[in-house]
Each structure stands twice: as structure tokens, then as C-alpha cells.
């Protein structure tokens, strides 16, 4: 009798099941509009085919359901019960964090452009997303350079009484100071929105009739900033992607699909431009149709920016509830489509092939990385290629308000999400060897709540904070985790040789690779992002300390 043996007595109705195994833990969580008919067909062999729904059933040891009014009710408690249990066999986007957006609020007596990554229901005016902060940025600045907008923040803005710097360079016209009123200041606020929106033709059109004007007048040097602007503004347009046939905002969905490994790419078309692309890479298990689903509802949560058309690459089942979900959560209409032919199915050609090829780039980083992580394991004597690797350092002036730091790295790329930082306490004195050992103690004293444990921990520092390390491991209870140091040395013989050197556990005399060593440069890497995240805590606790704020 196995557990889906009983599927006659489950209900007829929709709403979800989940799938665990022996020890209770959620193995897949579906949906379906009729629970009865989806598990009999599982009950009947597999019923889709799926080569993984066999070896699924052969680990489920328990099946329960839970049902709901709709199935736009299902669809959104699958998507919160995956969030919540991860479970091995549902799409699981690996890509989470938000993007960043440009913020403009008309409502606002002087606004002004601020980067955000939620998207409030507010009123205001969001561009985006951008998958580049020196992407966005680079928009700020040409915004500044043709638009002299308020660039103070709201608290110098509150309490400034003369003009700010930009003023005096010509790159603010003195909102923050009362010398242009809110009437006068609005229309550089709507030209600025034109501009991110790629309305160009109007810009340039009356740009070059004031150009006109101004050349007539004998005003040159004004002139001349107007024929500025327009050569910006030109070669701007110039770079820009154009999608005549489709208007609005549009997202188009590329999927692409390896084994067990998907990746979507998502291209963001806004105001008939192509703006920006992002890739997601995902653990899928189920059909092409069937993980798109929680692909969407994962990436169109609640404060991201929703474009009112979605255009995917293949039809799914469910899209009328998915569409009226996702227009309740942007508060507007979200329309979903399967183009077949014209400029959206060309769209979604285009990002098929951004997925592809995301998924090719991915890949070979990952190949890279199992190459330089074989070496590292084989240089340091460690028992297996580190996957996971933390990085630890103390920052303090002469044992005054020390920070330490820890920075997790997964496959050779910074997880900032797992970053910690720690005031050091328990230490007096400049003792660096103690306060790394604090430091140490505290993080494996919280086991695999950051996230998991480390393949690999490395400390910045020479034999002392390494033996610090290793004693503070033991006493927490994980002295079976390898450990190294790096540090610099500066002389050798009075002769100055500034070259890096690994300590390991047991060995007297430390390994000095190559400074060009792949394997150098990315503990090096590691090594400096402590370095960094250590000294601006430090700094932060300094700056409380002396202006009177609380202590860290």
C-alpha cells in the first residue's frame, strides 16, 4: 500500500499537495484544479511521463492536501509553501536579490531621482529595473549632466540655506536653497522623465528651436550648452535598441533548459526599447509549462516593477488565474502571452537565445571554478575542492573599538546575504590573536544558521590567528574544518619582497605560490573582501562613538 493508494478519498476541488518523505521532510509541492484527478494520475504510474516523477513517488512516504476556494488561491499558496519548505523537486530560483530602479515622485515640491529596489504602491514614477548598479549610476549621471535636477538628500535639502556645489558647477539650478520656484522646476523634472522614458524626438525638437533662438540673440555660451546636450542626448539615442512594433512596457520571458538545471532570461522593454536583460539559473524537476508557473510568481512578487504584458515562450495552463494574480499584486492590468509570429514572437526568439547563452556562460564559470577549486584542495592538503569558503578579520587602532568581519563565498562569488559583522568585545587590549579567536568562537557557535557550514575558513593573519582560529574552532565544536591563513610579507634579510604567504595547519613553513597563482588571487580576493567589510564597521563604530550615537 503506498501512499497514494487512498487517492479516491482525497478531494475533487483545487488546491495544493504536498509530498514528504519518512522523516516528514516536504519532497514537492504542487497545485491542480482537481486534486483528485492530479494524484490519481500519479497513483496510475506517473501519469505525465516525467522521468523524475518515478524516482519522486519512490522516496514520498506521505501525501497531504490542502484545499482552497479558487485556483488563483492555489497558486498563491504554492508559491508561499515552496518559499517556505525549498523543496527538492519545485523550481527554486537561486537568483533572488531585487534590482535596482530609478524613483521619481511628481508629488514632491522639488523631485528628484532616487535609486530604490522596492516598488511602492505610492504614486511615484519607477524606471527599471537595472541589472547593474554602474549601469544605473551611469544613467544618473547623464540625467545630472543634461537636466540640472536637486541631487541633495532630503535631510541636506531639509536644512541647506545656500546652494550646494552642484549650483556653483552649473549642475543644479538651487531648488535647495528657494532660487527657482516649484512651478519653474517641474518642467526639468518632466523632460528628465521623457529622456528615461527614450522619448527623444520631443527633447531634441524644442532643445534645437531654443538652440535657435539663443544663436539668434547672440547668446553663444548658452547655445553652445544646448548643442551639448543634444550631442548627449543623440548618442544616447544612438545606443539604444528600437522595438517599433511594440509599445508599453513589456517583459519578454526566454527559457532554456539542461537536465535538471533551467535558466530563464527575462529582456525588459520599455517605451518600445529594449532597456535591460537579467538571467535567473533554477533547479527544475517538472514540465517546461508546469515550472514556468512558479518561475513567474517567484520573480513578480510583491514591490518589483510589473510591465502591463508578459510574452512567454510556451503556453502554460493556468495563465488567466496567474494573470490576475499578478495584476492584483501591481494594482493594474498584467497581461500574459504566447506569441506565435511578428515583433513579440521575435522578442521572445531573442531572449530564448539570452538564456541559452546565460546558461553556456554560467557553465563555464562553474568548470573554471571546479579546476581552481581541485588546485586550492591539492595546494592546501584539504580533503575535498571547497565549495563554500568564509574569510574572517579583525579591524581596530591600537585595541580601540574593534570589528571583525566574516564573508561567505560560494563557487568563487561573494553571498553578501551571509556576511556578518562583530564587535568585539570579550578582548582588552590590542591582542589580535584573542579578538580573531572571539570572533571565530562566536560565528560555529551559531553551527549552520548562516547559511550552511564552510568547506573551507580563511583568516587573515600569520601562525598566531590561525592557532587563535583553530582553538576557537575546537571549543565550538567544529575543529574538523579546514582552516588556513594568508599573510603578507613585507622584508625578507632587510630586503624588501612583498609577497603573499598560505599557513596551513601542521606544516612549519608557509606555501608561497606564485603571484600570479589562480588560486592565490581568489583567496586574495576573499581575503580583501573581509579586509574591507571589517574596516567599514570599525569606521562606523569610531564615527558613533565620537559624534555620541549609540554604541555597536
Known sequence: MGPLSGWKTFPRGPGVYLMSDVRGKILYVGKAKNLRARLHNYASGGGDGRPQIPHLLGRTASVRCILTSTEKEALLLENTLIKEHRPSFNIFLRDDKEYLLLRIDRKEKYPRPELVRRVAKDGAMYFGPFSS???????????????????????????RTRPCINYQIGRCVGACAGMISREEYLPLVDNAVRFLRGDYRDLLKGWKAEM??????????????????????????????????????????????????????????????????????????????????????????????FPGEILLPLDISDSKPVASLLSERAAGTVAIRTPVKGERARLVELANRNAAEANRMRKE?????????????????????????????????????PAGSMVTFVGGKAVKK?????????????????????????????????????????????????????????????GHVPVISLAKERSRGGQAVFRERIFLPGRKNPVVPPQNDPVLLLLMRIRDEAHRFALSYHRMRRARKFTGGAGA
Not at 215 to 230: H, N
Not at 438 to 450: K, N, Y
Request: one cysteine or more.
Open 133 to 159: 548598479a554602474r549601469g544605473i549610476r551611469e544613467t544618473l549621471r547623464i540625467l545630472y549632466r543634461l537636466f540640472p535636477l536637486c541631487s541633495c538628500s532630503r535631510k541636506k535639502f531639509s536644512s
Open 212 to 305: 535657435n533662438g539663443l544663436a539668434k540673440e547672440m547668446r553663444f555660451e548658452e547655445a553652445a550648452r544646448l548643442r551639448d546636450r543634444i550631442a548627449v542626448v543623440k548618442n544616447t539615442f544612438v545606443r539604444q535598441r528600437v522595438v517599433r512594433t511594440v509599445p508599453g512596457d513589456v517583459d519578454a520571458v526566454g527559457w532554456f533548459r539542461k537536465g535538471n538545471e533551467g535558466t530563464a532570461a527575462i529582456l525588459h522593454i520599455r517605451e518600445g526599447r529594449l532597456s535591460d536583460a537579467h538571467s535567473y539559473h533554477f533547479r527544475v524537476a517538472g514540465e517546461e509549462g508546469e515550472a514556468v508557473t512558479p518561475f513567474l510568481l517567484q520573480h513578480y512578487s510583491e514591490g518589483v516593477y
Open 365 to 401: 564559470k562553474e568548470a573554471d571554478y571546479e579546476a581552481l577549486s581541485a588546485r586550492l584542495a591539492s595546494l592546501c592538503r584539504l580533503p575535498r575542492p571547497p565549495v563554500r569558503i568564509e574569510g574572517f578579520d579583525i579591524s581596530n587602532i591600537s585595541g580601540a573599538e
Open 418 to 478: 551571509w556576511y556578518r559583522k562583530f564587535a568585539v568585545r570579550g578582548t582588552a587590549g590590542q591582542d589580535d590573536f584573542a579578538m580573531m579567536g572571539e570572533v571565530v568562537r562566536r560565528r560555529f557557535g551559531h553551527g549552520d544558521d548562516f547559511g550552511g557550514m564552510p568547506d573551507l575558513v580563511l583568516i587573515d593573519g600569520g601562525k598566531g590567528q590561525l592557532s587563535s582560529a583553530m582553538a576557537a574552532m575546537a571549543a565550538a565544536g567544529w
